[in-house]
């Protein structure tokens, strides 16, 4: 018996992941990318190994997703991590009079903290404000964006799955019944359009997942809030530093190679092919990452730029929206046949996501195969180039 | 920041498949403190579907944008317009040379990818093992006494292999950015790396024109640990030639450190 075929349209991290997880389940998949790897929101992300320290006061299922994935992501790619940890820094009042909810949160969700005073705290972290009160180390990291999804990309080339980028997807194919059979795309590589057609297509392309799924003529409450990061041109500090706050504009500085990167905002855009960087917001990052390490204001500004957050759920702001992901089956939602779609989600939840929808696929094709990406170390993300399509 | 924008002209290198090259024009409208990569992005974006190019952090971390900027090689998404050109100018955008091209922008990383494993460049690796130069720039303070883990400061843009004036006669030269890895992985302690750097393809290959160093934006400084890498070999080879036993061992290489 032949094996069922996938099309996943979209090369992020939720692609990549899902690639690589069908094809250790059997599938025959094929990835349609219009760019190439991690072109869209996924190579842009702050680069943040989530500790779930952030979300455990008020989107509690998303803190145990992180600190979840953090510690098999750890396990399965530790070539592309900076496990460094992060901290908690706590420095006005108000700040002060949410350390018992974090706390409290940090145990909910089994995020393992430890309390540090100012002096502990500025002994480990001398670039921090001096200001400090009070302070928590978490389990954060840093990932390199790209490596981590060519990591994922590259296990699942070894394994079968090939790689279609610079692809667009123009149409998906659809039968009398309305039901998806496969996509038509575009090679701009080469420029030649053709049909590739599979018993399931997967629609993996975070916040544009709803133009995509409108060719289809169904519907994914999807809410695109972009946020802006400002990378400056020294590792001030070797951990993640994070405000002891409710989430806020650039409360977070990620250290990456020589850099330290601030972020980061949330508004609302049309538009997602293109969206400007907005330069109140990059000084307002400037101003906050100076009140998180004042040695910002010396340092020289290396790299502005912007991603777009695929949050799910309409008609509230971007910060009460909670992170945690979804999988559509759209013959439930839509009534058409042979198309999912998952989006929502964190960089740091990307396996799990795939396994929620390889899951979906599995159930939808009658495929008994058990989910083992827990457990499998990704090969050098150096594969993805190195192995032939 | 400046609030006047200037018109310029992105003369981009295109390529399909057989067809020949040739160069397009797009006139665009930009903020002189923009990247170059945004402009080619908007060209993208809102002028022609067809332009294939690589990206993704936009922040100089991943190494998937370089490119020739009126022909030296740059990480355009930290190349801000105002440096390349003026009001009115032009830019000229091109592939990166010494790779093979897949269409327009984008290059085959694959041949650098692979020699990189080869070596044994760590993506990650100690604070301490990366700083070539530590003296002169420092990464960060960190607690005294505590070393730790960081993604490594070469990215695999391949600016230097583009660059490398040898590298386009001899395309088996393992090229800047490999040996550079290989400095950093270290061939003391790992023949078959040492192999590698101590072949005509290896560091006696190089002429030190020192293009990759000029253009590295990532502080890795390639051109000087090529040099360095020399006067290791050099050494070990007399230490061998004199040590006796004329092995070329490990473990005694291990022993005389």
Same mark, same amino acid.
């Given at each position: 018996m032949s094996k069922p075929k996938i099309i996943i349209i979209g090369a992020g991290f939720?692609?990549?992941?899902?690639?690589?997880?069908?094809?250790?389940?059997?599938?025959d998949v094929t990835v349609v990318e219009r760019g190439d790897i991690a072109n869209g929101t996924s190579g842009r992300t702050h680069?943040?190994?989530?500790?779930?320290?952030?979300?455990?006061?008020?989107?509690?299922?998303?803190?145990?997703?992180?600190?979840?994935?953090?510690?098999?992501?750890?396990?399965?790619?530790?070539?592309?991590?900076?496990?460094?940890?992060?901290?908690?820094?706590?420095?006005?009042?108000s700040d002060l009079s949410y350390a018992e909810e974090f706390i409290e949160g940090c145990n909910a969700c089994h995020i393992p903290i430890q309390e540090l005073t100012a002096k502990?705290?500025?002994?480990?972290?001398p670039n921090i404000n001096p200001k400090v009160i009070v302070a928590f180390t978490v389990p954060d990291g840093t990932f390199d964006p790209l490596r981590l999804a060519l990591s994922f990309a590259g296990t699942a080339k070894k394994n079968g799955a090939r790689f279609r980028t610079f692809t667009d997807m123009e149409?998906?194919?659809?039968?009398?019944?309305?039901?998806?059979?496969?996509?038509?795309?575009?090679?701009?590589?080469?420029?030649?359009?053709?049909?590739?057609?599979?018993?399931?297509?997967?629609?993996?392309? =975070?916040?544009?997942?709803?133009?995509?799924?409108?060719?289809?003529?169904a519907h994914v409450p999807i809410n695109p809030t972009p946020g802006v990061m400002?990378?400056?041109?020294?590792?001030?500090?070797?951990?993640?530093?994070?405000?002891?706050?409710?989430?806020?504009?650039?409360?977070?500085?990620?250290?990456?190679?020589?850099?330290?990167?601030?972020?980061?905002?949330?508004?609302?855009?049309?538009?997602?092919?293109?969206?400007?960087?907005?330069?109140?917001?990059?000084?307002?990052?400037?101003?906050? =990452?100076?009140?998180?390490?004042?040695?910002?204001?010396?340092?020289?500004?290396?790299?502005?730029?912007?991603?777009?957050?695929?949050?799910?759920?309409?008609?509230?702001?971007g910060r009460s929206i909670a992170r945690t992901f979804k999988c559509y089956d759209h013959k439930e939602s839509d009534n058409i046949e042979g198309f999912v779609t998952i989006t929502g989600g964190k960089a740091t939840t990307l396996r799990a996501m795939?396994?929620?929808?390889?899951d979906v696929v599995c159930q939808k094709l009658g495929v008994q195969a058990v989910c083992t990406t827990k457990d499998v170390p990704l090969l050098s993300y150096r594969e993805y180039y190195s192995l032939n399509n | 920041m400046s609030t006047s924008k200037w018109t310029v002209t992105f003369k981009v290198f295109r390529k399909k498949g057989e067809e020949v090259p040739h160069y397009d024009e797009f006139k665009l409208e930009v903020d002189p403190d923009e990247y170059v990569l945004d402009g080619v992005e908007r060209i993208w974006a809102f002028h022609d579907?067809?332009?294939?190019?690589?990206?993704?952090?936009?922040?100089?971390?991943?190494?998937?944008?370089?490119?020739?900027?009126?022909?030296?090689?740059?990480?355009?998404?930290?190349?801000?317009?105002?440096?390349?050109?003026?009001?009115?100018?032009?830019i000229r955008v091109e592939p990166l040379r010494n790779f093979t091209l897949v269409s327009d922008l984008a290059v085959d990383m694959g041949v650098m990818y692979t020699r990189m494993d080869k070596v044994g460049q760590r993506s990650v690796n100690s604070?301490?093992?990366?700083?070539?130069?530590?003296?002169?720039?420092?990464?960060?303070?960190?607690?005294?006494?505590?070393?730790?883990?960081?993604?490594?400061?070469?990215?695999?843009?391949?600016?230097?292999?583009?660059?490398?004036?040898?590298?386009?006669?001899?395309?088996?030269?393992?090229?800047?950015?490999?040996l550079a890895g290989a400095h950093q992985h270290g061939i003391k302690g790992d023949e078959q790396v040492f192999r590698l750097a101590d072949c005509e393809d290896g560091v006696w290959r190089c002429h030190s024109a020192f293009e990759c160093t000029a253009v590295c934006p990532s502080f890795v400084d390639p051109g000087e640990r090529i040099m360095d890498l020399r006067k290791q070999i050099i050494g070990e080879q007399f230490r061998r030639l004199f040590s006796g036993s004329n092995a070329r061992k490990i473990n005694t290489m291990e022993a005389s450190k």
């Open positions: 939720t692609g990549v992941a899902t690639a690589h997880d069908l094809a250790l389940r059997g599938f680069g943040l190994l989530h500790s779930g320290g952030r979300y455990a006061v008020s989107d509690q299922e998303s803190a145990i997703e992180c600190i979840d994935e953090n510690m098999i992501l750890r396990k399965i790619v530790p070539q592309v991590i900076e496990p460094n940890g992060g901290v908690f820094i706590a420095i006005d009042e502990q705290a500025l002994a480990m972290e149409q998906l194919l659809i039968d009398g019944q309305g039901n998806v059979t496969g996509v038509k795309v575009w090679d701009r590589a080469r420029d030649v359009h053709e049909d590739l057609h599979a018993d399931l297509v997967v629609n993996a392309t =975070g916040a544009w997942v709803g133009e995509i799924a409108a060719h289809a003529g400002v990378a400056f041109d020294e590792r001030i500090v070797q951990r993640v530093i994070n405000r002891l706050n409710k989430p806020g504009d650039g409360d977070i500085i990620v250290p990456q190679r020589r850099m330290a990167v601030v972020g980061t905002t949330s508004f609302e855009v049309t538009d997602l092919d293109y969206v400007p960087v907005v330069e109140e917001q990059v000084k307002l990052m400037l101003e906050r =990452g100076i009140e998180l390490a004042p040695g910002i204001r010396n340092t020289k500004m290396r790299g502005k730029y912007m991603a777009t957050r695929p949050l799910i759920g309409k008609g509230s702001s795939a396994e929620k929808t390889a | 579907r067809s332009l294939t190019y690589r990206h993704a952090c936009h922040h100089s971390t991943c190494g998937a944008c370089g490119m020739r900027v009126n022909g030296v090689e740059k990480l355009t998404c930290i190349t801000p317009v105002r440096d390349v050109t003026h009001d009115g100018g032009v604070d301490a093992k990366e700083a070539y130069q530590s003296e002169n720039r420092p990464a960060g303070p960190a607690e005294s006494g505590v070393d730790f883990i960081r993604l490594s400061d070469c990215i695999e843009c391949g600016l230097c292999i583009s660059a490398c004036p040898i590298t386009a006669s001899s395309p088996e030269y393992l090229g800047p950015a490999v």
